[in-house]
């Protein structure tokens, strides 16, 4: 049978590395912080039936459990380097164990995460990764500091992993003539973007990770700095498939608050807009402004004609 | 209502520290890490009806969620630093939010340890604490290490949570006609034993936290120092009430097996011994010794007569 360290060893544990006790010990001991660098980390839970249905697949959830983490630290400017993983299962299946880490190696190998602790016991299936990271000691994005007349840029797209959630969940009422499928992807296989967030260091005022949804996070970033924002409606991106629909007052509220996006919602000085240009090239990310920072305190978003949009603005509630 | 935000605010957010960006930004940022130094890191969930019942006070719980993951830094003889909590609950309840917070910084406050970020979420009750602390760079404690002819010392006593545990669930089969309500402390407040892990440092040749019952984790400490061992089950501590108990069946396994005890058990040179005496006396709490590291690669537990115990090794499974 598998218990908990034959799953460990088989799923979980890899080949030690110089200079770290990883898994196995009570706890893992990292090696030497790099002098001027500090620590960064941030936690996250994936719960069934709150931020995933049980239909998700097992290497979705290896991934996005992750995923969601390292998010976090792509919007600090972070490296990231190890990660725990707390697993709680209802039962011990090997094919889902082996899709899981599958999922999850998959997106640790392409930034060299390491798996170096964790827990495992039996429950409602639930996931909580803690991520681990670097930056300089005193370069790192935070969600205040952006300044008046700043842009307000995105990363990627908005919408499709709520889009994609809501055809799935209400396929008859929600756009029952569209085709969401291709969406999926963001929903089950978001991309952190810790390229960007590396990048965007010395360069980007503040930064947040837009997986509460525009409206909320941007309010999130706005009190952080102690400042205002007018969001052009018009501007902030979108995938075709909603782009068509983009003036529909459901397709509005997915865009702007539908939330599990974890794309980066930063602000900077105008004249780094080339340089941003130039970092979105290089990256093939598309990262456009879709606003101003102001002086009023609050956030209005407005359409093309320049009318306020108002919003359900509850974004992505897990709680 | 109280949102995430606001029961963040009121119950775990606290006074900000130099040099520290903690709750409220996508991640925290560590201070840099003193040089010399390395960080040690674990994490533990505990879920409801797995690791305690759902009568279990809230007090309680936060001051256990937090222990079992000091107790790990404790045997690793780190100085705790940090945590991150993420609290899947199933409603929000002032009251049950005030006591958790309440035995979560009561313990936290005894180790100056700060709370830098975490998650909340709606879901099946489960709370998953990661820790972080700090050790010199080569001076740790870790499970490998134990050499032949070294003593093996337990500190504290074993088997009082189990018993009270077990007398809890079934009153009329364990032992019906003892109290054993003294030892519920045990089960609902365990001590890490930090303070005792810090001075073993340099002093025990390997250590591990008895959490999963003394039989199974003395294997784990076993296996990776590469060794085997003869316990004595009479120098075994345990408490009063199963003292006078200790030769029945039941009780052996308890003490031996029973599990939930967060103390540490750890092996030193026979040099050592009146040193550890003197770390024993000055933290006024008992360390004793039960056995010897053995070159036969097994654990062979031994009653007075020198009669092997055979025990039922399943000790406190979470899985």
Request: hydrophobic content about 40%; proline content about 4%; aromatic content about 8%.
């Amino acid at each position: 049978m598998l218990d908990e360290f034959r799953i460990i060893n088989k799923y979980f544990k890899r080949e030690p590395k110089e200079g770290l006790l990883g898994i196995g010990d009570d706890a893992a001991v990292l090696p030497e912080c790099p002098p001027g660098k500090r620590l960064v980390t941030s936690t996250d839970t994936l719960v069934e039936n709150v931020h995933f249905s049980p239909d998700v697949t097992a290497k979705s959830l290896g991934h996005k459990a992750l995923a969601v983490n390292l998010s976090d630290l792509a919007a600090m400017g972070a490296l990231p380097y190890c990660v725990l993983l707390s697993m709680t299962i209802p039962s011990v299946n090997a094919d889902w164990l082996q899709q899981f880490s599958d999922g999850f190696w998959s997106l640790a190998n392409r930034y060299s995460v390491l798996l170096v602790g964790g827990d495992m016991t039996r429950g409602p299936l639930s996931i909580t990764v803690t991520a681990m990271g670097y930056v300089e000691k005193d370069s790192f994005l935070a969600r205040s500091g952006a300044n008046v007349e700043d842009d307000i840029w995105v990363s990627g797209s908005l919408g499709g992993a709520a889009a994609a959630l809501r055809h799935k969940i209400s396929k008859d009422k929600f756009y029952p003539n569209s085709d969401f499928s291709r969406l999926e992807k963001f929903l089950n296989y978001p991309n952190p973007r810790i390229e960007l967030g590396r990048k965007l260091v010395g360069v980007a005022s503040s930064a947040i990770d837009i997986s509460d949804g525009l409206s909320k996070d941007i309010k999130h970033l706005l009190k952080a700095s102690g400042v205002g924002a007018l969001v052009n409606y018009s501007s902030v991106p979108c995938e075709t498939e909603l782009n068509i629909l983009r003036s529909d007052v459901k397709v509005k509220a997915l865009i702007l608050a539908g939330g599990d996006d974890y794309e980066l919602g930063f602000t900077a000085n105008p004249k780094y807009a080339a340089e941003i240009l130039e970092i979105s090239k290089d990256l093939n990310l598309s990262c456009v402004p879709i606003g101003k920072i102001t002086g009023e305190q609050s956030l209005k978003i407005v359409d093309e004609s320049g009318e306020k949009i108002e919003l359900d603005e509850s974004g992505y509630e897990h709680f």
